[in-house]
């Protein structure tokens, strides 16, 4: 039953992440640091965002041959979710300056 | 007489609640306490209901003087509170009582005393809040309680303490059901009911409770940190000692958000259970309904920030709150297109509950509609505290959970009755109901655009005629509503005594709850019965005769005791015969004597409530001691199987509840961690300045005895061993604590500090006394064990955040 | 509509909300129809055609809400981005928040300090700085601008402009306490000039009525208000220099005027604004009411 929901579950940890790092990031000032012609700490959070997508997607892609299980479709399904979502956040990441109040 | 009536003799004698008074007060069977559960919940919303009447006077017109500004205070936050802890939340937990162990085809709940103490404990605190009313103390800092106005500098009165000790009592009540929920759902379905065709409704149960178990106890802490601040002078919300009022609002709305779809989902599986009944075909898309609510429970993590969007956290931690928020919509989606596909290619047809099912789209939808509205950063920033935000709660919790509640308790009325609901007296309620509901909510959207504000107890001319005449229409339109819920009830309670008889299965519904006389006897089944598919009934019509004959596991009660199966996670396989309490005292007292030690703490009377928590212990003492095999496992004739009973097994719903009681601690412990790093954040120094760390030594010593303790029980199995390991554990932390340079009264380091201490204090207490317990009672060890380790592990983590990390920051 | 209206908007921020408040209305109303409209064909029509189910789940549930939402989400974004985003050289105002009322500070030189009235210049980007001295407030100006909490041992900012000249309401948010829905001030967006002339006779100290400046600290009243020229510095009720040029008292309540300001000081406010802080203060002797009340008509 864990396997199924895994991806759930690396999209909850990509969030927490995320979110603590962006409140620390702000904290310790690395937005003010440059790195690859932007800041140092929108770049962490795009990395984070890619690798998440890619585990994700990775989760999903095994879940497929398994996909007329019910575990392996509610896999599937989940990381389409989760993909999503993740996307979701990543939005906002490449849009906005990371500590403006 | 037949050999079914002896069956039917036998489980009467063993299940019945005693006779009269004294059964009241001792019964601990599903059936009963879900249905006191579903009725007090009812008392709660006519009471909050009321409140809402009187609101909305005096809101009816620009300056009106019906309800005074401190009673007005009061009303809205007793309403918010009433409606969301001591209405929504019970009356889904009495639905989930009764009905499930029916739909899985169980007998009871696994825990039952557990479930009549949690509803002694939902009594006493609902009561023990509307008594603050009696005092003229009624708390009045909003149902959400921000800090610093319900600290004791703003709200010196009683008022936060009635709501904090009693919502607090009433949430162990939630908890005690979802984990008895977890067990049952898990453990105790019906033989060959795979968990990938039990009924939907277990499906969002189950993730409900889940979610309980991560979302209730952040509240909890938060509570018991706002208590401890208030009685006793830590700091950990005031900014002056270094404390954050941010940190109340994280906690509660770590509660808060996911307690919205813990009400919700519920709810929304009774859709998932009434709609393909009146479609009359299999719901469609159940794998995307399951992979939807588990989207749903994880995704509802991530919302609780905005409600914060204006407290001025940066735009882009805000904006990952706003996706989720975004993002949490795509599974209702599937579950509504779903929904609307098995109509679609059903053959529906109307009653009743399929009436509320429908207003229930439109209002859902509604809410659903303007949730995304405001799950957008700047728009939020508008409307944020406004009536519009007002409308929307209000679309969404009365639209997601009062009308399929209400089509619930229409749709299971001849299950409980054996009548039918009045078809047009029914129908005159829900237009009551959906015409009053909208006429009143409706307009709020546009008042809090004009400029409404919530929780304001008068508003001046200055709005404008358009503000008044809004406010006109959903005050009027509020007490049609209010009509609607007075008919809703009258035609319940006439259908109940009065209604037509009801045939057997009168919707040709496929659940298992069908499957037993109505009204259903105290035992449910005759027989337990094999389940092959997803529709039971539909695929077997004749199941119900043969269960009624006798024709499945355990029939009758041979031996005199109440049991029930326990079965395999999976597949449903038996695995055991759960042999489970009958009618008692234990609940009540317990219940009774922790109300006491609260009311005593409340009155700052400490030793007698300290006196009282050993009354508590010794009578919780007293209920696990009379639970199960003491010494030896039995075996018992299941028919066709010959199964173990419960005591000792791996499989042993004991050692599986207390697995998710584990749960609920670590979340508790995380939630407490995760407050110790948020004030660190904001702090300068760490320990601060003028503030002393504990003791090195003391903190390695208790670290030893702690590993010893979990290492004894774990490759010796001696659980004396362990428990002297423990006291050493113990000692040396009250020493530490006493030998603390740092005041919890002056800092909220130290205040954080003592409380993450004493907190896995009182959890190696408990350990030790499970492991001098388990000296008496073998069969207990692996309960102790998996506790034990849970607290050793703890400790350590615990140690880690104290000792190590201001080292290594 | 009432200058409390966050529709009727006279500010580039409130205007931008505004704008994605009607995308919404518009897009949510199509969509309730479209989903009601499903749902009324799936329940009443008997002869419908076959329905794929997992590309309707799929489509309608999933991919449909997420390419909408994914739009929505990267418009709102934008919205936010262009609200917050700071101005060159800002009209920088700070705002503490009282149970009740609000202090507004103007820093610089001479300082200026008011209470519940904003003034503000057209055409000028305003950053305000919130602070609280209690509990937590809110500041909601719905035509200007959204709202941003006022929270204690925290610096928040409200980034807003006017667009034209006029009066506006502005409210607390957040539920504070017991006159909550008392707790209002003005926002007066004026014209640069009118604005400067506004600043700088506020600026200057009026001439002081000894005898009168003498029964105000001697009833207490310096206690808790400032009154510049005379050593009345009290700093826990709102600064009273100036009181009779403001427009309102108690926080909005009550228009400014010889009635109202008598009652309002015999029973400090607590008429019309029961359980007003500083509730003790009421005065009972009429002579005392009338001497204040006189002193304080002249401070313009």
Redesign the interface.
């Known amino acids: 039953m864990l396997a199924a929901i895994t991806p759930m579950i690396t999209w909850a940890v990509y969030f927490v992440v995320v979110y603590a790092v962006q409140g620390l990031g702000c904290d310790q000032a690395w937005n003010r640091s440059l790195l690859l012609g932007t800041n140092a700490l929108t770049l962490t959070l795009v990395v984070l965002t890619v690798a998440a997508l890619a585990l994700i997607t990775w989760q999903g892609a095994r879940a497929w041959p398994r996909r007329s299980g019910f575990q392996g479709r509610v896999a599937f399904a989940l990381a389409v979710l989760a993909v999503l979502a993740t996307a979701f956040t990543g939005i906002p990441i490449v849009m906005l300056e990371p500590c403006v109040a | 007489m037949t050999a079914a009536d002896v069956y039917r003799e036998q489980l009467e004698r063993t299940w019945s609640n005693a006779p009269g008074w004294r059964g009241q007060l001792t019964a601990v069977n599903h059936s009963t306490i879900g249905l006191r559960y579903i009725v007090t919940s009812l008392a709660f919303l006519l009471a909050g209901g009321m409140l809402a009447m009187f609101m909305r006077l005096q809101l009816g017109w620009s300056d009106q003087s019906v309800l005074d500004h401190e009673t007005y205070n009061q009303f809205v936050t007793m309403h918010g509170t009433t409606m969301m802890f001591l209405f929504a939340i019970p009356l889904l937990e009495g639905i989930a009582l009764y009905l499930l162990p029916k739909m899985i085809g169980a007998r009871d709940m696994p825990f039952p005393r557990l479930t009549a103490f949690g509803y002694w404990c939902y009594l006493f605190g609902g009561v023990f809040l509307y008594t603050s009313f009696a005092f003229d103390a009624a708390p009045a800092s909003g149902w959400f309680m921000y800090t610093p106005l319900s600290s004791i500098e703003y709200t010196p009165g009683l008022g936060s303490d009635f709501w904090l000790l009693g919502i607090t009592l009433a949430e162990v009540a939630a908890v005690g059901a979802a984990v008895e929920i977890i067990v049952a759902v898990l453990k105790n379905r019906a033989p060959g009911m795979a968990i990938t065709q039990m009924p939907l409704f277990a499906w969002y149960l189950l993730v409900t409770a889940f979610m309980i178990v991560f979302g209730f106890p952040p509240l909890i802490l938060g509570s018991v940190l706002l208590e401890i601040e208030r009685a006793f002078g830590f700091a950990f919300f005031d900014p002056a000692r270094g404390g954050d009022p941010l940190l109340w609002q994280h906690l509660f709305w770590l509660f808060g958000h996911p307690e919205v779809y813990i009400i919700f989902l519920p709810a929304a599986g009774v859709v998932s259970t009434v709609l393909p009944v009146f479609a009359r075909r299999p719901i469609v898309a159940y794998t995307w309904i399951v992979l939807a609510l588990i989207g749903t429970a994880f995704l509802s993590f991530g919302l609780w920030v905005h409600h914060m969007f204006t407290v001025g956290i940066p735009l882009l931690a805000l904006s990952f709150f706003s996706a989720a928020s975004m993002g949490v919509a795509l599974p209702m989606g599937v579950q509504v297109f779903a929904w609307i596909a098995t109509l679609w290619t059903g053959k529906p047809w109307l009653r009743a509950p399929m009436r509320f099912i429908l207003g229930f789209f439109f209002i859902f939808v509604l809410g659903g509609l303007t949730g995304v509205m405001v799950a957008l950063v700047p728009f939020d920033w508008q409307v944020h505290d406004t009536h519009f935000i007002v409308a929307h709660l209000h679309y969404v919790l009365i639209g997601g959970m009062l009308f399929p509640c209400f089509a619930a308790v229409y749709y299971w009325l001849p299950l409980l009755s054996g009548r039918l609901p009045d078809e047009g007296f029914s129908k005159v309620s829900f237009w009551l109901l959906f015409l009053g509901f909208n006429a009143t909510f409706l307009p709020m959207h546009l008042t809090g655009l004009l400029g409404l504000p919530r929780r304001v107890y008068t508003y001046g001319e200055a709005f404008g005629p358009a503000m008044q005449w809004l406010n006109l229409v959903s005050t009027a339109a509020g007490f049609v509503f209010a009509l609607g819920v007075v008919a809703f009830i009258v035609s319940v309670v006439l259908g109940w005594r009065h209604g037509t008889r009801a045939p057997a299965n009168p919707w040709g519904a496929a659940t298992l709850e069908w499957a037993m006389p109505t009204p259903p006897p105290v035992y449910n089944f005759v027989s337990i019965p094999t389940i092959a598919s997803r529709d039971p009934l539909w695929d077997e019509p004749l199941l119900t005769e043969r269960l009624a004959e006798g024709q499945g596991f355990l029939r009758g009660a041979p031996r005199g005791t109440r049991e029930m199966l326990g079965t395999s996670m999976r597949a449903g396989a038996p695995e055991l015969v759960v042999e489970i309490s009958g009618s008692t005292w234990l609940p009540l007292g317990t219940a009774i004597a922790l109300f006491a030690a609260i009311v005593m703490f409340m009155v700052k009377w400490y030793w007698v409530s300290g006196g009282l928590l050993l009354v508590v212990l010794a009578l919780v003492l007293a209920w696990l001691w009379t639970t199960g095999d003491r010494l030896q496992r039995r075996e018992i004739d299941a028919d066709p199987l010959v199964l173990p009973t419960q005591a000792g097994s791996i499989h042993a719903p004991g050692l599986w509840g207390t697995a998710v009681f584990v749960l609920v601690s670590g979340t508790l412990l995380a939630s407490l961690v995760f407050a110790y790093f948020y004030l660190w954040l904001d702090a300068d120094a760490w320990p601060p300045v003028g503030q002393g760390a504990l003791p090195m030594v003391l903190g390695g010593a208790a670290l030893i005895a702690l590993l010893g303790a979990g290492a004894l029980l774990h490759w010796l199995r001696a659980a004396g061993l362990a428990a002297v390991a423990l006291a050493v554990y113990l000692v040396c932390v009250t020493i530490a604590l006493t030998g603390f340079e740092a005041s919890p009264r002056e800092h909220a380091y130290a205040s954080v500090v003592s409380v993450l201490v004493g907190f896995h204090a009182v959890h190696a207490g408990i350990a030790l006394i499970m492991c001098v317990f388990t000296m008496l009672r073998p069969l207990a060890l692996r309960i102790a064990a998996l506790f034990t380790h849970y607290v050793v592990g703890a400790g350590v983590l615990m140690l880690a955040v104290i000792y190590l990390f201001p080292a290594v920051q | 509509?009432?200058?409390?209206?966050?529709?009727a908007a006279k500010g580039p921020v409130?205007d931008?909300?505004a704008t994605?408040?009607w995308i919404?209305f518009w897009g949510?109303s199509a969509?309730?129809l479209l989903?009601?409209a499903?749902?009324f064909?799936?329940?009443?029509r008997s002869n419908?055609p076959r329905?794929r189910?997992?590309a309707?789940?799929?489509g309608?549930?999933?991919v449909?809400?997420?390419v909408t939402?994914?739009a929505?989400?990267?418009y709102?974004?934008?919205?936010?981005?262009r609200?917050?985003?700071?101005a060159d050289s800002p009209l920088r105002v700070e705002v503490t928040g009282h149970?009740w009322w609000w202090e507004v500070r103007y820093p610089g030189e001479p300082a200026v300090v008011t209470a519940n009235e904003l003034h503000v210049p057209v055409g000028v980007p305003v950053e305000l700085t919130?602070h609280s001295s209690?509990?937590?407030h809110?500041l909601?100006i719905?035509s200007l601008?959204?709202?941003?909490?006022l929270?204690?041992?925290?610096?928040?900012?409200h980034r807003f402009e006017a667009s034209e000249a006029g009066r506006f309401?502005g409210?607390?948010?957040?539920?504070?306490?017991?006159?909550?829905?008392?707790m209002k001030l003005t926002i007066v967006a004026q014209p640069q000039a009118e604005f400067d002339a506004w600043r700088a006779a506020r600026a200057t100290t009026p001439p002081v009525d000894v005898a009168g400046a003498r029964a105000f600290a001697d009833a207490g009243c310096a206690l808790c208000h400032r009154v510049a020229g005379t050593d009345a510095d009290g700093t826990d009720g709102p600064d009273l220099t100036h009181l009779a040029a403001r427009a309102t008292l108690g926080a909005d309540t009550v228009p400014n005027g010889p009635e109202h300001l008598r009652t309002w000081l015999a029973s400090h406010g607590a008429t019309v604004k029961?359980?007003n802080t500083g509730a003790g203060y009421a005065l009972s002797d009429p002579a005392l009411v009338e001497a204040l009340a006189r002193y304080l008509e002249h401070s313009r």
């Open positions: 509509m009432s200058n409390y209206s966050a529709l409130a931008a909300i994605t408040w919404m949510a969509v309730l989903v009601m499903l749902l064909y799936a329940m009443y419908k329905l189910t997992r309707f789940v799929f309608g549930g999933l449909f809400p997420a939402l994914a929505l989400l990267i709102g974004t934008g919205v936010g981005e609200i917050t985003r700071s149970q919130l209690d509990v937590i809110s909601w719905p601008a959204g709202k941003v909490d929270i204690p041992g925290r610096t928040n900012l309401g409210q607390c948010a957040e539920l504070c306490g017991a006159q909550h829905a008392l029961p359980d």
